[in-house]
């Protein structure tokens, strides 16, 4: 009967822990996807830039080099502008991510849907540029948000185990 006790006792204590680990991840992996797309964005502007290709060629480049929710995003708009102009292609890929970015961050990436094909490759450079300065802006607060937070969630997911173990006991 102990041995059932202190078994349930550490399942408490290590799924408290697990749970402030993966808490304390989604700041780790908002500021790695946030960097991704900033590092996307270069690709994307040299390629409009320099290559003259369509957008969903780009598109398809980009979602080949990448992976993860990324690579999805660019996946999602090249397949939609079949059905959709590319800013509405662009704008349902955002919406329908599962990145770690928060709206605020989604925002700013749907900032681009309403130029995408719609002006000149300078227009379109342009916004991209002021895009890259907006996540740079995200990715700063991003690892703010990361420093305050990551230690303290896993730190309290540690506590919490604990104190439940301390109060069954």
Not at 16 to 44: C, E, M, P, Q, W
Not at 118 to 141: H, V, Y
């Amino acid at each position: 009967m102990i041995f059932i006790k202190w078994t349930i006792l550490l399942a408490v204590f290590l799924i408290s822990t697990y749970i402030g680990i993966a808490i304390s991840n989604k700041y780790k992996n908002r500021v790695k996807d946030l960097k991704s797309i900033r590092n996307v964005f270069n690709i994307l502007e040299t390629k409009i830039k320099f290559t003259y290709e369509p957008l969903p060629e780009i598109f398809q480049d980009i979602s080949n080099e990448f992976t993860g929710a990324i690579s999805d995003i660019f996946k999602t708009a090249k397949e939609k502008m079949n059905e959709f102009s590319a800013g509405e292609a662009w704008d349902l890929a955002i919406k329908n991510s599962s990145t770690f970015m928060n709206d605020e961050d989604l925002n700013v990436l749907n900032g681009l849907g309403k130029l995408l094909g719609k002006t000149d490759i300078e227009g379109q450079l342009s916004e991209i540029e002021l895009i890259k300065e907006f996540i740079d802006m995200q990715i700063k607060k991003a690892e703010d948000e990361k420093r305050k937070n990551e230690k303290l969630y896993k730190n309290l997911g540690v506590m919490i185990g604990m104190i439940l173990v301390i109060i069954f006991i």
